[in-house]
């Protein structure tokens, strides 16, 4: 085993009377190890599913191989474009737009003198993140309803039309994208707060001498002193972008918006669990998780060569 | 004009601007959930009429007679309620045990085992080979997996170990092991009883994330009894979709019976959600100090 905590190398004998000494701090550990090699890693083998013509019966390793196959059908199939532009767009909208506002969130909220109110907003604003996936998208469904739902009668009320809206594929991301601002905005604006809290007082206090305006503080020290925590949730955003949350778009999806809603991973679900084609379902997964940290080692590299902080 | 330019750049009316886009703000995130509970509360001619504003119009308990007749949905909350606290603490004694081994100073190779840890976060062998893995042991369709399943994760157990590394003070372990305390003996008398904030933020993000999971149990169980309230939620908030478009091609009675039907189901739906909701809305609020502070433990070493 080597020595990692920057010590100087000893000799293998002193390592292992050091384990056997501390042999219950690796108990500790094992209810984690095994968990994680049962459940993470013993499935990671099936990878190899998606190069090769998977039979249930003959298993992982009895199955014919057929190299690249599965993505070549993949990238020649009527669904990929759609599929990969739909989680694109989602997802660099939700980007966009979603990531700027729980940092105007904590900023304003940190300019606030008075504790009471600024904590009972704090408490109002996590509400919408304690909400099940399944509540929200039955809300969503409720207000947006044709018939009933509050937005359209608003719509009736100024003499508009009802709008379909669940029915519409190029209405389906801006659902998605801002009811996600609505859910998570508070709770996302906890960490910037937090690191607002961490600001030197006594730099506030020189720029008060200084006659600095609040705009002027907020810009040149508060802002700047949030930007490693914002830029480590900006790169760990970029490693998600692939990865739209797939449990909302399921309850959102309809037939007549599937053009505009159908992501990589609820197709994943769909050509793997309903219609059983177990490889082909597994090469899109695969591909998916490659670009994802393609994208995150990027950023993360971009990231250190601009701002000089980084994940890894 | 000088002193309104001295009035626009006052602290005053800087507090009075940032207050009023607060409440602008607040105003957003509540207004949705008081509709919902008024709906609730109020008979569906009304709502569909759209005369509801803020307050129960025509009020009525007729909904939430109705739901408590509903045997699914006790079915569900009383399988949730299963899940969720055995699955927390299944979820506690796999996540705090890794987190304080990691924590230890002495314990060999560290690096290595975070490496193996934070791998999982991004890679995984998908949703295909995870299924087949779950049931070539046997654990489809059981209410094992519904409550081990996602015993780990990597991104609490970090939060811990961090909390572990800066507030649990060094000296106070070494000077147990001089009075003789085990490894095991320092983790559960020493650690645990000094980490009570650490452990409210693990049960609260465990708890909620298991409070409000479908998606294990729509891949991973088949038989009704063992479904968990959201799966029910799901079928009766989504899946029954009224087709207006059915409602067209009938005789106008016929319409109007179906009109009726549908403001009927929407009155139920906002029933479910208060039934649902209500518990995770009164818990939340109380534990605000200790998430806060999780998020905080976290975000210094993420």
Known sequence: ?312 | MKSFKKFIRSDKFFQTVISVILCVFAVTQLYPLIYVVSASLSAPSAVSSGKLVLFPVDFTLEGYEYILQHKDIWIGYGNTILYTVLGTIVNLIVTLTCAYALSREEVEGKKILMIFFMITMYISGGLIPEYLNVKSLGLLNTRTYMIIGGALSVYNMIVARTFFVNSIPNEIIEAAKIDGCSDFGTFLKIVLPLSKACVAVQILYYGVARWNAYFNAMIYLDDRDKYPLQMFLREILIQSKISMDAAMAMTAEEAKLMAEMAERADLMKYCVIVVSTLPMMIIYPKLQKFFEKGVMIGGVKG
């Open chain 1, 1 to 312: 085993m080597t020595n990692v905590q920057g010590r100087a190398k000893r000799p293998a004998s002193v390592v292992w009377k050091s384990i056997l000494k501390h042999w219950q701090l690796y108990v500790l550990l094992l209810p984690a190890i095994i968990y994680t090699i049962i459940f993470a890693y013993k499935p990671m083998y099936g990878i190899l599913m998606a190069f090769e013509d998977f039979s249930i019966k003959r298993g992982v390793w009895g199955s014919e191989w057929v190299g690249f196959d599965h993505f070549a059908r993949l990238f020649k199939s009527y669904w990929f474009p759609i599929i990969l532009k739909n989680t694109l767009v989602i997802s660099l909208l939700n980007l966009i737009l979603g990531f700027p506002f729980p940092i105007i969130l904590a900023l304003l909220l940190n300019e606030v003198k008075n504790t009471k109110f600024r904590s009972t907003i704090q408490t109002i604003s996590y509400a919408p993140h304690f909400i099940s996936t399944a509540v929200i998208c039955g809300m969503i469904l409720l207000f947006l309803s044709p018939s009933n739902g509050i937005i359209n009668k608003f719509l009736n009320m100024l003499g508009q039309e009802s709008v379909f809206f669940m029915q519409h594929a190029g209405m389906f991301k801006w659902i998605y994208v801002i009811t996600g601002i609505w859910q998570t905005m508070g709770w996302s604006s906890i960490i910037y707060f937090a690191a607002l809290s961490s600001v030197d007082k006594a730099l506030l206090e020189a720029a008060d001498i200084d006659g600095a305006t609040r705009m002027q503080k907020i810009r040149f020290i508060n802002l700047p002193a949030i930007l490693p925590t914002i830029v480590t949730m900006l790169i760990l955003q970029c490693g998600r972008i692939l990865s739209v949350g797939y449990e909302k778009v399921f309850l959102l999806q309809t037939d007549t918006n599937l053009v505009g809603s159908e992501i990589i991973s609820t197709y994943v679900y769909k050509v793997g669990l309903e219609q059983s084609d177990f490889s082909f379902s597994t090469a899109i997964n695969l591909l998916n998780t490659v670009v994802n940290c393609v994208v995150l080692i990027i950023a993360n590299k971009l990231s250190k060569k601009i701002t000089k902080t980084g994940l890894f």
